[in-house]
Nanobody, 120 residues
């Protein structure tokens, strides 16, 4: 049984930082991309960032480029360092894994989500 478990969400003031972590179990994700989607109240889920274990390539949504950094510590762990947070970053953040994790994909595996709230 595959599980993705997120940690690290919380409440932070605008301009602050948070780091999200995700640990996957149940299979090896060395040939999978891992990353993050988010969903703000009243909005659709959107792609945030992804990382490929083989090759080390990373991808970001335009809205977070230069502020967020995704890292892959192992085939089954992924982190998201979020700096210079803005109120519009407030959302539930989901750890995801799939053959492809990108703006136009629906990853195979999803975590339960962790709340990130940025106050102005």
């Amino acid at each position: 049984q595959v599980q993705l478990v997120e940690s690290g969400g919380g409440l932070v003031q605008a301009g602050g930082s948070l780091r999200l972590s995700c640990a996957a179990s149940g299979r090896t994700f060395s040939d999978y991309a891992m990353g993050w989607f988010r969903q703000a109240p009243g909005k659709e889920r959107e792609f945030v960032a992804s990382s490929n274990w083989r090759g080390g390539s990373t991808y970001y949504a335009d809205s977070v480029k230069g502020r967020f950094t995704i890292s892959r510590d192992s085939a089954n762990t992924v982190r998201l360092q979020m700096n210079s947070l803005k109120p519009e970053d407030t959302a539930v953040y989901y750890c995801v894994a799939g053959r492809s994790v990108a703006v136009d994909t629906i990853p195979n595996y999803w975590g339960q989500g962790t709340q990130v709230t940025v106050s102005s």
